[in-house]
């Protein structure tokens, strides 16, 4: 599963990643008023891209374009990676950040009575790539990656640190857990 998805960013503190003015009583404006940018939201997953992080994806019934969203509420729909990230003129005349996601999951699509999950294939060829502006590509392998051997997805390498302690919000002494510990119990595959 392949999917091409823009950048929709639409906090006021990060109006560089979406490209929309938000202050006053403008909460929603849906025209951009500047190019979006690698910066904050959109440079974390432009990271993403380049180590080969895996990103969770939520859907939203709201998306009303995609034929992937849920009739109502969220949907979790599973673990994917960013293979290539770009910047183009959008409909309205300004640059805006597009991300081709890949599904790289262990469990079958929510929207598919597969019975097992995502496997690699090859990327698509992007015709909008030729008028593509800061292409971003992976160059080594990626730290989360389909293991032949063991025919699943997970991290070829250790996940990356964290410098921030997750508290368990228990005070009976028990010693806190970090936020790479908490990330590893997760993503911890099951035979």
Same mark, same amino acid.
């Given at each position: 599963?392949?999917?091409?998805?823009?950048?929709?960013?639409?906090?006021?503190?990060?109006?560089?990643?979406?490209?929309?003015?938000?202050?006053?009583?403008?909460?929603?404006?849906?025209?951009?008023?500047?190019?979006?940018?690698?910066?904050? *939201?959109? +440079?974390?997953?432009?990271?993403?891209?380049?180590?080969?992080?895996?990103? #969770?994806?939520?859907?939203? %019934?709201? /998306?009303?374009?995609?034929?992937?969203?849920?009739?109502?509420?969220?949907?979790?729909?599973?673990?994917?990676?960013?293979?290539?990230?770009?910047?183009?003129?959008?409909?309205?005349?300004?640059?805006?950040?597009?991300?081709?996601?890949?599904?790289?999951?262990?469990?079958?699509?929510?929207?598919?009575?597969?019975?097992?999950?995502?496997?690699?294939?090859?990327?698509?060829? *992007?015709? +909008?790539?030729?008028?593509?502006?800061?292409?971003?590509?992976?160059?080594? #392998?990626?730290?989360?990656? %389909?293991? /032949?051997?063991?025919?699943?997805?997970?991290?070829?390498?250790?996940?990356?640190?964290?410098?921030?302690?997750?508290?368990?919000?228990?005070?009976?002494?028990?010693?806190?857990?970090?936020?790479?510990?908490?990330?590893?119990?997760?993503?911890?595959?099951?035979?």
């Amino acid at each position: 599963m392949m999917r091409i998805m823009e950048s929709g960013f639409s906090r006021q503190e990060d109006k560089y990643s979406g490209g929309r003015d938000l202050s006053g009583n403008k909460r929603t404006n849906k025209n951009q008023s500047f190019d979006q940018k690698f910066l904050k *939201l959109n +440079e974390a997953l432009r990271v993403s891209c380049k180590k080969g992080y895996p990103v #969770r994806v939520v859907r939203s %019934f709201k /998306e009303k374009r995609s034929s992937y969203a849920p009739e109502k509420g969220l949907r979790y729909d599973g673990i994917y990676r960013i293979e290539e990230c770009w910047r183009k003129i959008g409909v309205q005349g300004f640059k805006v950040c597009r991300y081709l996601f890949v599904r790289c999951d262990n469990d079958p699509a929510p929207w598919t009575s597969d019975d097992h999950g995502a496997h690699p294939r090859p990327l698509p060829e *992007l015709p +909008e790539l030729k008028n593509a502006l800061d292409i971003t590509k992976r160059k080594e #392998r990626p730290l989360w990656d %389909f293991d /032949e051997l063991d025919g699943c997805w997970k991290w070829i390498k250790p996940p990356p640190l964290s410098r921030v302690v997750a508290h368990t919000g228990k005070s009976d002494g028990k010693k806190s857990i970090t936020v790479r510990e908490k990330l590893l119990k997760e993503w911890v595959v099951q035979p």
